[in-house]
């Protein structure tokens, strides 16, 4: 079988996409060797070719260029543990962005301006406080579980004073002041989205959830 010539590195751009300023990049980084001919003109072969695209079907996968050049020089034992990793990653960005967006959402529903920065204030801290304390990655699960006890319960015509209720708002009361870390700014910052702009849907959470949730809490405040 004849062996293709090799490819120029304005004929690999050309051809894959990419500029040449990205494949001087790469080369720069390790992730491509090519050859040089007697002209000092880089040369890539089919071996140059597939590494390249390993490096882009890698990177669209969210890697960085430093664990991709690891993966391809043989220096991940575990690749199916690197990407089970860094999925976890994707999926907390994921879980921050649709927090994000919900947030977006409860503000635009206000129905005046000053509500509406009341709302984006309340937003602000309360995003300013988990990016500070670094929420574990399966937090959001953990919420989505404590949502469905809530959800069961509500769906049954449970009263929200009840000791069926007020069982599982404690335990999410003790969440939401282990969340704040007591600070009261959080906590009403808290108790005003709950109320004033519940998300339209948040890991399995939406605004009549919150109405129950927040009906149960108070509850929980009245001695009686």
Same mark, same amino acid.
């Given at each position: ?116 920065? /009341?709302?984006?204030? !309340? &937003?602000?801290? +309360?995003? =300013?406080? $988990?990016?500070?304390? %670094?929420? @574990?990655?399966? *937090? ?16 049954? /015509?449970?009263?929200? !004073? &009840?000791?069926? +209720?007020? =069982?599982? $708002?404690?335990?999410? %009361?003790? @969440?939401?002041? *282990? ?20 998300? !339209? &849907? ?23």
């Amino acid at each position: 079988m004849k062996t293709p010539p090799p490819w120029r590195i304005g004929e690999l751009a050309a051809a894959t996409g990419l500029t040449v300023r990205t494949l001087h990049h790469y080369e720069q980084l390790g992730l491509l060797s090519p050859a040089r001919s007697d002209g000092e003109h880089r040369l890539y072969d089919r071996d140059d070719v597939e590494r390249l695209y390993a490096v882009r079907a890698l990177a669209e996968l969210g890697l960085g260029l430093r664990e991709i050049g690891l993966v391809l020089d043989g220096a991940v034992q575990d690749l199916p543990d690197l990407l089970r990793r860094h999925r976890a990653k994707v999926e907390e960005e994921l879980a921050r962005r649709e927090a994000q967006l919900a947030g977006l959402d409860a503000a635009l529903a206000q129905p005046d301006a000053a509500t509406l920065m /009341g709302v984006v204030e !309340a &937003s602000s801290r +309360v995003a =300013a406080h $988990a990016a500070a304390r %670094r929420s @574990a990655p399966r *937090a959001g699960e953990r919420w989505r579980v404590r949502g469905q006890r809530l959800r069961v319960l509500m769906e049954e /015509g449970a009263d929200p !004073a &009840s000791a069926a +209720v007020r =069982a599982v $708002a404690t335990e999410i %009361r003790i @969440a939401i002041v *282990a969340f704040s870390d007591g600070d009261e700014r959080v906590l009403d910052a808290l108790a005003q989205l709950r109320r004033q702009a519940p998300p !339209a &849907s948040l890991v399995g959470w939406d605004p009549p959830l919150f109405a129950f949730l927040d009906a149960a809490l108070t509850a929980l405040e009245d001695p009686c």
